[in-house]
């Protein structure tokens, strides 16, 4: 009897705890047609409070949109639809978060359409007065050496150039990372240059979402590849890019797939997730340590496996370093409904031991929505906000917002 207990309370701890007190409120649920629909990719945290955000469905001619929630003044968010894709030449089913530029300029990219049909990048600029936003093409995909299909968010450093992933296409066809560079003085076409094609098998292919930039290397991750997909740094020696590996998942008992973007603390340890693999093949949270030389692999530890059960599974969105070493993920699967859920992953103190897994929020499939893909974002308050590809009053998919 006192083994059965000693188990019974071993495998409770065990368990994921709810969150301390978070509060999840749908700020919109949409309504599919010209409202947009399925929302795939995160918000952004625009000026005075407003969420920006893109669909891949729906909008005014069915090829997705760009969606704006303005901050309630008494009677909720308010809605609308900046920007509605025609598929060509201005792009299609834009699947990634923008990126914020100066003057409230937005950046973002869509998967298909352009002048070939291989998906393009596009700048936003928002009206002067009460007119509407002015969407310009910076660079459309041929579908060749220059990649097809970008699906990830794009980086903007100091210096204007945006930084981007292409899910197919370049010189091995397994995708690229490409540059674009404004033209000098601000008038003219914008310059793209793949500074790396992925070669597939275990150099990687796929890339599904952007870089992040670490001093002056750039990693990200690659979905697939013979085996279970990489982490991946690009460096740049004397005006040439090379790409060095720092974890290929070989072992699926490591995980498997990493779909979604990386996030990076002070000491350059890297943090993802995979959406398959681990102890029950439901994917994983992982950090990866540098090494003491540069050039040797990363040291990979699983913080958590996934068991497609009350604690969630595959987990596409990006990982979000909150303060104290907290990451915050979102599954796509499992949780208390089946239907994924927001997660907290608290470091040990002390930095020896394990983590602690906390369930701030678990979806319904109703109202609250279903299914979020993309990771969360947060605010100077600490206040999460998200998208749900389903649910929601009509079914289309949700933002939200939790609260501690």
């Not at 793209?192 to 070669?199: D, K, R």
Request: aromatic share 12%; proline share 6%; glycine share 22%.
């Amino acid at each position: 009897m006192r083994a059965y207990i000693s188990l019974l309370i071993l495998a409770l701890a065990l368990l994921p705890v709810p969150g301390a007190a978070q509060s999840l409120n749908t700020l919109y649920g949409f309504g599919g047609g010209a409202a947009g629909a399925n929302p795939s990719a995160g918000v952004i945290l625009g000026t005075g409070g407003a969420l920006f955000g893109t669909t891949p469905y729906g909008g005014a001619h069915g090829y997705g949109s760009v969606y704006q929630l303005t901050p309630p003044s008494g009677s909720g968010w308010q809605p609308s639809v900046i920007y509605g894709f025609k598929g060509a030449p201005d792009g299609a089913n834009p699947g990634a978060a923008l990126t914020l530029g100066s003057g409230g300029v937005f950046y973002g990219t869509t998967f298909g359409g352009g002048v070939s049909g291989n998906g393009t990048v596009f700048q936003l600029t928002p009206p002067s007065g009460a007119g509407a936003w002015t969407e310009t093409v910076l660079y459309s995909f041929n579908g060749g050496s220059d990649g097809s299909g970008p699906l990830g968010t794009l980086y903007l450093d100091s210096t204007g150039i945006l930084y981007g992933t292409t899910f197919g296409g370049g010189a091995g066809a397994a995708g690229t990372v490409f540059t674009l560079t404004p033209p000098a003085g601000g008038v003219g076409s914008w310059s793209e240059a793949v500074i790396y094609s992925f070669t597939g098998a275990r150099g990687g292919s796929g890339p599904e979402s952007g870089v992040i930039k670490v001093k002056k290397a750039f990693y990200g991750t690659t979905c697939c590849g013979t085996e279970g997909g990489t982490v991946y740094v690009l460096r740049q020696s004397n005006g040439v890019w090379a790409r060095h590996p720092v974890y290929a998942f070989l072992d699926k008992a490591n995980g498997s797939h990493p779909f979604g973007g990386l996030a990076a603390d002070a000491n350059g340890v890297l943090y993802g997730t995979t959406v398959e693999g681990g102890a029950s093949g439901t994917g994983t949270v992982f950090s990866l340590t540098p090494p003491a030389t540069v050039g040797n692999l990363y040291t990979l530890t699983t913080i958590h496996s996934f068991t497609n059960g009350v604690d969630g599974g595959a987990p596409y969105g990006s990982t979000l370093l909150g303060p104290n070493g907290v990451l915050f993920v979102t599954a796509t699967v499992g949780c208390n409904s089946g239907v994924g859920g927001v997660l907290q992953f608290t470091p040990p103190a002390g930095g020896a031991g394990t983590w602690t897994e906390a369930i701030l929020h678990s979806f319904t499939g109703g109202s609250d929505g279903s299914q979020p893909f993309a990771g969360v974002v947060a605010d100077g308050s600490n206040n999460l906000y998200g998208t749900t590809v389903f649910g929601g009053a009509s079914q289309y998919g949700t933002v939200f917002e939790l609260t501690p």
